[in-house]
Structures are given as structure tokens and as C-alpha cells.
């Protein structure tokens, strides 16, 4: 049985996972803490996420997922009656060559130079600039 069939919170160690894949469960894939628990840092992050992606493109490549559709738009949808603002991929690049450019003008030493942007407010001004 899908853990998500199942009624009220399930704990994590109940879960089988194979490859970012909720065993038992179609199209439901974990990356990160959820996949993990809460260990690592970014750079454990990215691998694990990319684990999970595998999984998802080679599903999809195997015609295991549904024809794509309006998920997409569903989701942005119900972020935006819940007040979030979405980052897109332009948004992330138009942040990260700000973030560059400021890395380059304080003389960072980091690859790429990088000066983080932590507010969000200003994060997402900048992503809306472009």
C-alpha cells in the first residue's frame, strides 16, 4: 500500500526509497532531508536531488508519467493565491549574474565570485529587474 493511501502522518522510517522513489507509490519521488533526514549541507543536497531526477527522467523516458499537462500551472496557481511570488529560470539568472557582478566588485575569490544576496525583498527585485 502507497504511504499516501494510508491515514494521518506516516514516519519517515516506515518509508522505502529507491533511487529519490517512494516505493509502493507511483510518480512520488524525495530528495533532500526528506530523502535523508535532516543531515548534509548544500553539497550533499545537489547530488541527492540529482539522484532523485534520474529517477524521474528515466520514468518518464520508460513512459511511466502521464503526457504532461497543466501540473505546472496548477501549482503556480495555488502559489499564487497563497501570496508566493515565483523565481523563474530567467528570475535565478538575472539574481546570480547580480550576485556575480557584486562578487567581482568586492574582489571575492570564490568560483564563480559571488557576493550572496540574502534578503528576499531584494532578491526578488532583482529578479524582477530583467
Known sequence: MCIRDRPGMQPRSEWVL???R???CDRVYTAG?????????????IPCAKQTC??????????????????DEVVKQLLAEKGHQLVSWEDWLAIERHETAQGIAHAKVSEPPREK???VNEMLAIARSH
Open 117 to 119: 544576496v540574502v534578503d
Open 18 to 20: 529507491e533511487a529519490g
Open 33 to 45: 532531508w526528506l530523502k535523508r533526514g535532516p543531515s548534509g549541507i548544500i553539497g550533499t543536497n
Open 22 to 24: 517512494l516505493a509502493g
Open 54 to 71: 534520474d529517477s524521474l527522467l528515466q520514468d518518464e523516458a520508460a513512459g511511466l508519467l502521464p503526457p504532461g499537462g497543466e501540473g
